[in-house]
C-alpha cells in the first residue's frame, strides 16, 4: 500500500503510460485501475478510516496527453457506495462516465465495479478527479494532468520540474457523521479541524510537524505548480513567502500569464502556476487559508503550509519565512484575483466565444429556508432548516439516474420547466430582505437546449437569508467567464462591459457575494449535464440544476450509446 505525500522533492507529473502499437493521430489509451477502499490514516493527533483510492489520501495522479482517451476501472471494495467524476473533462457524446450520483449514473455499490471511458478533447493543462456521491469527495480525490500532445509543447519555457499542490481539509469525526449531522439538524455543518496541502496539515497544527510536505528546489530554476482547490466549502487564499507567482493556465486551458503576490482559488477550480526559485537559499512557507465571505458562519480559521526548500549549503532560519495572505474576509482581494485571469487566445491556442445568442438565462443563487420537521426544532435562522436554490427552486435528486430516463424515454423522472429567469423579481441584493423570499419550491426540474444553442447565462448571487459567494461548476462544458460585477445584473448597461476578446476559458467560476457573473458556451455536446455549486454544504442543500443538450442531426452529433456495464440503481 502506498503512503501518502509526505515530502516531495521533484515530482515530475511527465510520466505517461503510452502503449506505442495503438497511437493512433498522436492519441493513446491509458489505463488505471482505481480500488476503492477504507485506509486508516493518521492527523491531527488521532486516527480513524477515511475511503481512499488504492490506498492513497490524496488518490493517485492520472497523467495523460491531450487527445487521449483513459479507461479507469473502478472497484468498490469499500462498505459504501461511490461514483467518480472526471472535473473539467467534457467527455464528447459520452456522458455515461461523468459521475454525478443519479443525474447520469446510478452509484457503484460496494462489491461491484465500473469501467469508466474518460474521452479527452481539448482539454490541456491541470484538471482533476473526485467521488460525487454523498461527501465521499473530502478523502477521495486526485489530480488529472493532460500534458501537450507528442511533438507541441508548453506555450511557456518548459520547467525543470511539475509539482502537484492539492489544498483540501480534514475533519477528525468521519465525514460522513459530518454530513448526516448538519442535514438532520438543519444547519450548517461542522467545520473541519484541519486544511491541509497534499494531504498533510502542516507546521501549525498539533503533531503535524514531522510530517508537513516538503519541496526541495535549485536556484535559478522554475517550477510548475498544479494546483486544485478540494476543499469542501471554502474559496482559499494561497502564497509562497518572498516569491512571486506567475498564473498560467486554469481549468485544463491556457492563460495570459499573469504575476500575482497570491492566488485565490475555489472548490473545484484548478490554477497552473510558475514559481521562480530566484530567492536566497532559505526554506519559504507556501501558505493557505480560507476565505469566508459570511461573517455570521462558523469556518475553519487556521492556515496550512507546506516547505519550500532550496538546495545547497547555506545556514537556514531558525523557522520558515511565513507569506503574507489577505484577509479572510477580503472579497476584493477573490474577486480581483479572479477578473484579472484572460485567455491566452494565440493562434495557437485560439478561443471562440459565441457572439450570436439564442438562448439567455438569469438564474438567482440563494440560501433559503424551509420549515423543520413537526416536533422538531432545527438548527438553522427561526429553527428552521438551511435549503438553497437555483431561481427559487431547490433541486429534489431522484432515486434513478436522469440520464437513463432521458436516454431510454422513462417519464416521471423529471420535468422540463425548469424557468429562463427567477419567478419573481426583487431588489436581490439589498440588505434585510422580506422573510417572505426565503422559502424556495422543491423540483427536479432541467433545462433542454437544442444542439448548437448558443447560451449567455448570468448567475445572481442574492443576499436571501446570507449573501455568500458561489462557485458554480458546470459538467460537460467549459464556458467563457465575459463579465461579473457587485450588485444586481443590468441588462442594459453590464453588457456593454463585457470581455468577448480574451475572456477566461473556465468550469468552475466563483460568483463574487451579492454579485454577478455572466458566461457564455455552445452546446455542442449532447447529454445530460449537471450544474451545481461546489461548496458541498450548498449541494446538500440543493442548488443544483441539470441541462440537457439534445442530440443534432448529424451521426457525430448524437449521444453514444451506454456502456454494458452501467451500475444499476
Not at 492520472?62 to 487527445?67: M, T, V
Not at 510530517?211 to 474559496?235: C, F, H, P
Not at 526548500?309 to 545556514?315: D, L, S
Not at 425548469?418 to 427536479?444: M, V
Request: proline share 8%; charged share 15%.
Amino acid at each position: 500500500m502506498k503512503t501518502d505525500m509526505n515530502v516531495i522533492h521533484v515530482l515530475v507529473l511527465g510520466l505517461f503510460v503510452l502503449l506505442g502499437n495503438m497511437l493512433q493521430s498522436q492519441a493513446a489509451l491509458v489505463r488505471y485501475n482505481f480500488v476503492i477502499q477504507e485506509t486508516k490514516y493518521t492527523r491531527l493527533c488521532s486516527s480513524k478510516n477515511i475511503l481512499t483510492v488504492n490506498g492513497q489520501y490524496p488518490g493517485p495522479t492520472i497523467s495523460a496527453r491531450r487527445g487521449d482517451t483513459v479507461i479507469v476501472d473502478v472497484i468498490n471494495k469499500a462498505s459504501q457506495n461511490i461514483t467518480i467524476h472526471w472535473h473539467g473533462v467534457k467527455l464528447p457524446r459520452y456522458p455515461w462516465s461523468d459521475g454525478p450520483e443519479f443525474i447520469t449514473q446510478c452509484p457503484i455499490q460496494p462489491g461491484t465495479r465500473f469501467s469508466q471511458k474518460v474521452v479527452l478533447s481539448d482539454e490541456e493543462g491541470t484538471l482533476w478527479w473526485h467521488a460525487h456521491s454523498d461527501w465521499s469527495r473530502a478523502t477521495v480525490h486526485g489530480l488529472l494532468v493532460v500534458s501537450p500532445k507528442i511533438g507541441t509543447s508548453f506555450p511557456f519555457p518548459k520547467p525543470h520540474a511539475e509539482v502537484p499542490v492539492i489544498l483540501g481539509d480534514w475533519w477528525k469525526n468521519d465525514i460522513q457523521t459530518v454530513m448526516e449531522e448538519f442535514m438532520t439538524n438543519g444547519g450548517d455543518p461542522a467545520p473541519s479541524d484541519a486544511l491541509t496541502i497534499n494531504g498533510q496539515p502542516g507546521d501549525f497544527y498539533n503533531c503535524s510537524r514531522p510530517e508537513t510536505t516538503k519541496v526541495n528546489v535549485d536556484s535559478g530554476k522554475t517550477y510548475l505548480l498544479r494546483m486544485v482547490n478540494a476543499a469542501m466549502n471554502n474559496i482559499m487564499f494561497f502564497a509562497i513567502a518572498d516569491h512571486q507567482l506567475t498564473v498560467v493556465g486554469t481549468d485544463g486551458a491556457y492563460t495570459k500569464p499573469l504575476k500575482a503576490n497570491y492566488v485565490a482559488i475555489s472548490p473545484g477550480q484548478t490554477i497552473d502556476v510558475l514559481l521562480v526559485a530566484n530567492q536566497p537559499r532559505n526554506r519559504y512557507y507556501m501558505a493557505a487559508k480560507l476565505y469566508n465571505s459570511n461573517p455570521r458562519s462558523e469556518f475553519d480559521d487556521t492556515t496550512t503550509t507546506a516547505i519550500i526548500e532550496y538546495n545547497g549549503k547555506y545556514t537556514p532560519s531558525p523557522s520558515p519565512i511565513v507569506p503574507t495572505l489577505p484577509a479572510f474576509n477580503d472579497r476584493n482581494a477573490s474577486a480581483n484575483f479572479t477578473s484579472s485571469l484572460r485567455s491566452l487566445a494565440s493562434r495557437v491556442h485560439p478561443i471562440d466565444v459565441p457572439m450570436t445568442i439564442t438562448r439567455k438565462f438569469l438564474y438567482t443563487l440563494s440560501i433559503n429556508t424551509l420549515p423543520c420537521a413537526s416536533n422538531t426544532t432545527c438548527l438553522g435562522p427561526r429553527h428552521n432548516r438551511f435549503a438553497a436554490s437555483i431561481n427559487n427552486i431547490t433541486f429534489d435528486a431522484p432515486r434513478t439516474s436522469i440520464l437513463g430516463a432521458y436516454y431510454r424515454g422513462v417519464n416521471g423522472v423529471y420535468g422540463d420547466d425548469f424557468p429562463d429567469n427567477p419567478p419573481f423579481i426583487f431588489n436581490y441584493t439589498q440588505d434585510n430582505l422580506n422573510i417572505s423570499l426565503e422559502t424556495p419550491t422543491n423540483g427536479t426540474e432541467v433545462k433542454v437546449l437544442k444542439y448548437n444553442d448558443t447560451v449567455e447565462l448570468v448567475f445572481q448571487g442574492t443576499n436571501v437569508v446570507s449573501g455568500v459567494d458561489h462557485p458554480m461548476h458546470l459538467h460537460g462544458y467549459s464556458f467563457y467567464v465575459v463579465g461579473s460585477g457587485f450588485g444586481n445584473f443590468d441588462r442594459q448597461r453590464d453588457p456593454l462591459n463585457y470581455n468577448l476578446v480574451d475572456p477566461p476559458l473556465q468550469q468552475t467560476i466563483a460568483v463574487p457575494q451579492n454579485g454577478w457573473t455572466a458566461i457564455r458556451f455552445r452546446a455542442n455536446n449532447p447529454g445530460v449535464w449537471f450544474m451545481h455549486c461546489h461548496f458541498e454544504r450548498h449541494v446538500s442543500w440543493g442548488m443544483e440544476m441539470v441541462f440537457i443538450v439534445r442530440n443534432g442531426k448529424g451521426l457525430d452529433e448524437r449521444i453514444l450509446p451506454p456502456p454494458s456495464d452501467m451500475p444499476k440503481c
